[in-house]
């Protein structure tokens, strides 16, 4: 099977100024090749994220955990835009602070693999507030789950 030669130099993935857009071009052919075409065809795969389109926190699911260990009192499941988000536990600080933790997978060596978690202060602070929001609802206000 003869397959084309790419250019070290030259990338085949480019993304459109401005727009978002990535694009993969065909790789750069030699002369040899099939009938000696030069493979510039450009692909759109269409933008990454939707800038006028913020994803919502929504259909947020709570089990509760009774005697759990490490100051687990709940999990929770929730949608995020069109993503199911499962497995983030709900602990309690000695202190009485509630705050939320993320699954994640060990490797054989010990170190941890988050699966899923915010990537920013902003977006931590919008699955708290709804998160540990509906735990205040379902509990009532209950004691050690008031707001702080």
């Known amino acids: 099977m003869n397959l084309p030669e790419m250019d070290p130099l030259e990338s085949p993935i480019r993304e459109d100024s ?13 002369s040899n090749d099939m009938h000696e075409q030069k493979a510039e065809e450009e692909m759109s795969f269409g933008s990454v994220t939707e800038p006028d389109r ?3 926190i929504s259909e947020i699911r709570l089990r509760i955990v009774p005697n759990g260990t490490d100051g687990l009192i709940a999990f929770a499941s ?10 983030i536990a ?4 000695e202190s009485g602070h509630l705050y939320l ?14 699966l899923h978690h915010p990537i920013d202060r902003e977006t931590a602070d919008q699955f708290e507030e709804a998160i540990l929001g509906q735990l205040r609802r379902l509990l009532g206000g209950a004691d050690g789950v008031s707001k702080r």
Do not use: F
């Open 101 to 114: 933790t993320y699954p994640r997978r060990l490797a054989a060596s010990g170190r941890p693999h988050p």
């Open 78 to 87: 929730c949608r995020y835009g069109s993503v199911l988000l499962n497995d």
């Open 18 to 30: 401005g727009s978002g857009i990535l694009s993969v071009s065909g790789a750069r052919t030699n």
């Open 54 to 56: 913020e994803p919502r």
């Open 90 to 93: 709900i602990r309690r600080e």
